[in-house]
């Protein structure tokens, strides 16, 4: 079964860290680029950062730059999106994509509040 399931999120303190997991199951992980999407209410969903399918390329959205950090183990079929400095405006569902040739996944979610 084709799945991609998030973990890790939660209730932080502005100035905070989370990690967040991905876990991917039933297609090659290591064939797909993988990114991070959020979306926060009333607002679209926004691409967080990416990272090619060997993990060689990354890439952020101006607004998460030098505080979130992507990364990603093949070995483990796993991405993980390291949060640090958060800041209340982070605040929004996480999800995991998977794209490759056309083909995308996603995941259900991951809720990240960022509250005093």
């Known amino acids: 079964q084709v799945q991609l399931v998030e973990s890790g999120g939660g209730l932080v303190q502005p100035g905070g860290s989370l990690r967040l997991s991905c876990a991917a199951s039933?297609?090659?992980?290591?064939?797909?680029?993988m990114r991070w999407y959020r979306q926060a209410p009333g607002k679209e969903r926004e691409l967080v950062a990416g990272i090619s399918s060997l993990g060689g390329v990354t890439n952020y959205a101006a607004s998460v730059k030098g505080r979130f950090a992507i990364s990603r183990d093949n070995a483990k079929n796993t991405v993980y999106l390291q949060m640090n400095s958060l800041r209340p405006e982070d605040t929004a569902v996480y999800y995991c994509?998977?794209?490759?040739?056309?083909?995308?996944?996603w995941g259900q979610g991951t809720q990240v509040t960022v509250s005093s």
């Open positions: 994509n998977a794209e490759s040739w056309g083909t995308i996944l």
């Open positions: 039933g297609f090659t992980f290591s064939n797909y680029r």
